[in-house]
């Protein structure tokens, strides 16, 4: 199984040139591109190490995806594959969360393309406990969530990046067609409108269960609050810094760190800087793992 490591490092918010579900099946049948690490190109996006030297495109965005590993849960993504402008037919890579310098570049889907392409979701038929999930088809019994998903999807079959990425690109290429007259246009659910109907589908006799994990909650908010923690959709935004959040607690903790300098709420609390860089954090240890990321990267 082929892995894609981070040569300089890659922060929140880096993504690829857009692509199409097509040219993500082209990707997926490049034999010739041995991408292993990626980097920032001169115009800041997401691309394999050399791929402007080699002229790939692949490499530059679905080839980056095809050749990494699959996230094998929520927590552990690090990257994701998502609509671009909002468009079904549209593609990006983006960073989700710091990936040092040679580190692993796990990828998932979004919940929007994770819904479009039909991936399915788990449900307590599946989970048993911590590390301990199972395929209600064959039997088959797997230690991450996100690899049933995909062995589910791929019927049973051997679970690998390029045979999931090729099924995914051609749902969302079968997606993006022409539908005849006589049918309605396909369904495009925004986040929010993801988000109630998992949180829906979750009531249970005597409470609420989450769809992902099987935790259950007494208080369907409960429920919602924890739904953001597998879907990564954060709807609150920090009135300073514009920072997103998906609890409304954690949104508190943070806003009261903007005035944790007694500068009355004040951006200006955000008072740890970089000797590199010059960049502000609000913690100390965000400033220092911040800091190791530019000496790991020298």
Known sequence: ?????????????????????????????????????????????????????????????????????????????????MRAGGSIDTLQLRVEAEVPPLHELLVWLDEELLALAGVPFLGPINIHGKKDYSCHECGARFEQPNILKAHLYLSCATVEPRRFWRAVGERLRAATAPAPSFLPPALALSAAELEALATEWGRARGGHLCIYCGK?????????????????????????????????????????????????????????SCSVCGRTLARRRDLERHERAHALAR
Do not use: Q
């Open 1 to 81: 199984m082929s892995r894609v490591l981070s040569r300089v490092g890659l922060s929140p918010g880096r993504v690829s040139r857009t692509f199409t579900p097509a040219e993500l099946i082209d990707a997926v049948a490049d034999e010739k591109d041995d991408c292993v690490y990626v980097e920032i190109d001169a115009a800041g996006w997401i691309v394999c190490a050399g791929a402007a030297r080699r002229g790939g495109t692949n490499a530059g965005a679905g080839g980056v995806a095809v050749r990494a590993r699959l996230a094998p849960d929520v927590h552990a993504r690090n990257a994701l594959v």
């Open 216 to 272: 259950a909650y007494s208080r369907k908010y409960g429920l919602k609050i924890h739904i953001r923690t597998h879907t990564g959709y954060r709807p609150l935004r920090c009135r300073y810094c514009a920072r997103a959040f998906g609890d409304p607690s954690n949104l508190n903790k943070h806003m009261r760190l903007h005035g944790a300098g007694g500068g009355g709420g004040s951006v200006g609390a955000a008072r740890h």
